[in-house]
């Protein structure tokens, strides 16, 4: 499989966990999604939240436009629930136009941007594309164990699941 058709796919797979995860948490109750659960970020609220500054504030936009925003890990870039996931659903959707517009050999060159700390960085574009998604995966899979720990139903994320049922919500 090519660099584009791989990632366009990895894309794909991301529009569709998120909307299954942002479907799941519009069940619960204000007070549980904002609720401490022992989560990295605390809340699902805030775990959303952080999803919304480091794949579509840093990363896409460190992808995109070649630069680096400052924006702090746990910022609280929107305190709307549905805002909130608006925002996640439109961002989630721009990489797959993103990724189609990747010239050929981008793919093997790397991706220079400055870390949170003011560090120059450099590193393989292909495989801090795939860190964007993995990230991606690894919250959502936080956020499945609170809904299952607050005894909320959570869907099916698993990778090889949206292979066998791609357009299932």
Not at 16 to 28: G, M, N
Not at 68 to 85: G, H, I, Q, Y
Not at 127 to 138: E, S
Request: proline share 6%.
């Amino acid at each position: 499989m090519d660099a584009v058709a791989h990632f366009t796919q990895l894309a794909r797979y991301n529009v569709w966990a998120t909307a299954r995860v942002l479907d799941a948490v519009r069940a619960l109750p204000d007070g549980d999604y904002r609720r401490d659960v022992g989560l990295f970020y605390k809340s699902i609220h805030g775990t959303l939240n952080h999803l919304l500054v480091g794949e579509h504030h840093l990363w896409f936009v460190r992808f995109a436009e070649g630069i680096s925003p400052k924006v702090a890990l746990d910022a609280e870039l929107e305190p709307d629930r549905a805002r909130l996931d608006a925002r996640l659903r439109e961002g989630a959707a721009r990489w797959a136009p993103l990724i189609a517009s990747f010239k050929p050999d981008r793919w093997n060159g790397t991706l220079d941007y400055t870390t949170m700390r003011g560090t120059a960085a450099s590193l393989p574009f292909a495989a801090t594309l795939a860190h964007v998604f993995n990230h991606g995966t690894h919250h959502r899979g936080q956020i499945t164990a609170a809904l299952t720990a607050l005894g909320q139903p959570c869907p099916e994320l698993d990778f090889v699941y949206f292979l066998q049922n791609p357009t299932k919500p």
